[in-house]
């Protein structure tokens, strides 16, 4: 066989080994990695997600070795080419197979490049936040003799969108805001294997929003952060990679919103999709999978069956048997009010508040079953009816946003009739000064938990210490004090259905006003305490800013 024919045979058995090393590239990033990434959204509300990029990067490295070696094979063909007249025909083919060879080293370096600690997908202006970026072709292309700086920065959607489809990120592309600490050099560590660098400490301050259009809100705008490297292998390669989508905040209070946006985007985007398009409309069925996959990521428990057709039934204004077949727009999801002119709040307001209150005060009871949770009051008071006087169950309030009510059974003095009572929702601060299993031990109303564990079963364990323990830690010859909630008797003229979750003031002690208030302080005592100037009079007019008049 001529020189001429093995010649042509190795360039083509080169040209299949790169098309083999194509689809084997197409095999690991457009479905593999494709498929962690998902999974990495995913865990933002599924707990049980497992993944992990120790096979991926196993690959990545496989396929760098195998790169490498073609590109050793390639030079022995130049170097052969130089010393074998050849008819000008081969020498083309060489230069194509070094083109294809990096063009794959890019594909291989730009895919492997990737966001292996997400940013949290809400940040709030001027908070710090972490995030990790890793390169999964580790050492096998020598990257670490010349270490790569990384630099993060926060883009918008449309920005995003442009560099997908060009491939590039572009020169003079202006951040949509600004970052601090956002640089950094890669590591490498032997031990693992990994190339990597952790963003501690970076923090947003300051961020450019677009013109809103029509109802759309400030916490439906999306960002994302774009990390991007210059990564030295036979020569420098642009690798970037993106977040998940972001949304930013400046206050608290748009916290419950942005949380929304996020959850529906990471639920029901599309993997392969143009940044950062989502459906507008979702299943119902899908939709309240989701929601009780994130109750259970927040609470230890999801929601059951039952807790979900309440939900719907809420949702869509009717009671079915079977909503499967419903479809849930983005605006029903989070914008619009829940029955109007019933409910001053949406599905997702109420459901964040309430796992808010479970995760901050109620989990243990919450997993134990001892809340009721999502369930009418008709269907609460239907239930109490047909049970034994002094039995009690746990609903969230559908008025109260973020509120749990307790609702409990009594004989009606003088009448052999029975009285369902529901005392007004606690919320947030009622807990922060009373548990909820403390209130229900100070209310000698109640009995037994529904269906029939008595209360000291079900939520002794939650008590505080005892009296005896809190005397034992007073110092000195202080006397100790506790606090306990009661409920008006019968004959009080406060109705019992509609009692305060705590005792109102009116019964603990008479109003104060300032005519009552009798402080007399002789002007040099004043003087110890108060800056110069500052007298009597002076006293009395703040202290009137503050206690109401007669």
């Not at 489809?165 to 031990?191: Q, V």
């Not at 109750?295 to 230890?300: E, F, I, Q, R, V």
């Not at 008479?510 to 110890?528: G, K, N």
Request: net charge negative.
């Amino acid at each position: 066989m001529d020189i001429k024919n093995l010649r042509t045979k190795t360039y083509q058995h080169m040209k299949d080994i790169t098309s083999l090393f194509a689809t084997l590239c197409h095999m690991v990033f457009d479905v593999e990695l494709i498929s962690w990434k998902n999974l990495q959204r995913q865990s933002t509300f599924k707990s049980d997600h497992g993944f992990t990029l120790t096979k991926i990067q196993r690959w990545c490295e496989e396929l760098a070795s195998l790169l490498n070696d073609c590109k050793q094979q390639v030079m022995k063909l130049q170097m052969l080419e130089g010393e074998i007249k050849s008819d000008g025909h081969s020498t083309c083919t060489v230069e194509e197979l070094d083109k294809e060879l990096r063009s794959l080293l890019n594909i291989l370096l730009r895919n492997s490049f990737v966001v292996d600690r997400q940013p949290p997908q809400v940040i709030r202006k001027d908070a710090k936040f972490t995030a990790n970026v890793r390169l999964l072709v580790g050492h096998k292309l020598n990257v670490f003799m010349s270490m790569p700086t990384v630099e993060a920065s926060i883009i918008s959607e449309p920005q995003a969108r442009r560099i997908v489809s060009d491939g590039c990120i572009g020169d003079n592309m202006e951040n949509a805001g600004d970052i601090l600490n956002n640089k950094g050099t890669m590591e490498y560590t032997p031990g693992q294997g990994q190339m990597s660098i952790a963003f501690r400490n970076m923090q947003l301050k300051k961020i450019k929003r677009a013109d809103r259009k029509g109802q759309e809100l400030v916490v439906e705008e999306k960002f994302c952060i774009l990390f991007r490297a210059v990564i030295q292998a036979d020569r420098k390669y642009e690798s970037w990679t993106m977040s998940l989508p972001i949304v930013v905040t400046v206050h608290g209070n748009q916290e419950c919103q942005a949380q929304a946006t996020i959850l529906w985007d990471n639920a029901f985007s599309d993997p392969r999709r143009i940044p950062f398009t989502v459906p507008d409309q979702a299943n119902w069925t899908d939709l309240s999978t989701l929601l009780s996959c994130w109750y259970h990521l927040k609470t230890d428990k999801g929601l059951s069956f039952d807790h979900l057709q309440i939900l719907a039934a809420k949702l869509f204004g009717e009671s079915n048997n079977d909503y499967s077949a419903n479809m849930v727009s983005r605006s029903q999801f989070h914008k619009d009010h829940l029955q109007p002119g019933k409910c001053n709040f949406t599905l997702w307001e109420w459901i964040y508040s309430v796992q808010k209150l479970t995760r901050d005060h109620l989990k243990e009871a919450w997993v134990d079953g001892h809340i009721m949770g999502f369930v009418s009051k008709k269907t609460a008071q239907e239930i109490l009816m047909a049970t034994p006087p002094g039995t009690f169950l746990l609903r969230y309030s559908d008025t109260e946003l973020g509120g749990i009510s307790i609702v409990y059974n009594e004989h009606v003095p003088g009448q052999d009739t029975m009285h369902v009572c529901n005392l007004c929702p606690f919320t947030d601060k009622d807990f922060k000064i009373r548990s909820l299993a403390d209130r229900i031990k100070d209310l000698d109303k109640l009995w037994t938990l529904y269906p029939a564990t008595p209360k000291n079963v079900a939520f002794g364990k939650y008590w505080s210490r005892n009296v005896d323990a809190v005397q034992q830690s007073v110092p000195g010859d202080y006397i100790p004090h506790t606090l306990s909630m009661t409920i008006p008797n019968a004959s009080s003229t406060v109705n019992p259905a509609n009692v305060g979750g705590t005792t109102p003031d009116h019964l603990l002690h008479p109003p104060l006003s300032a005519s009552s208030m009798d402080f007399e302080y002789p002007d040099d005592e004043l003087a110890t305490y108060l800056s110069p100037g500052f007298n009597q009079s002076d006293f009395n007019d703040v202290l009137a800013d503050f206690v109401p008049g007669p």
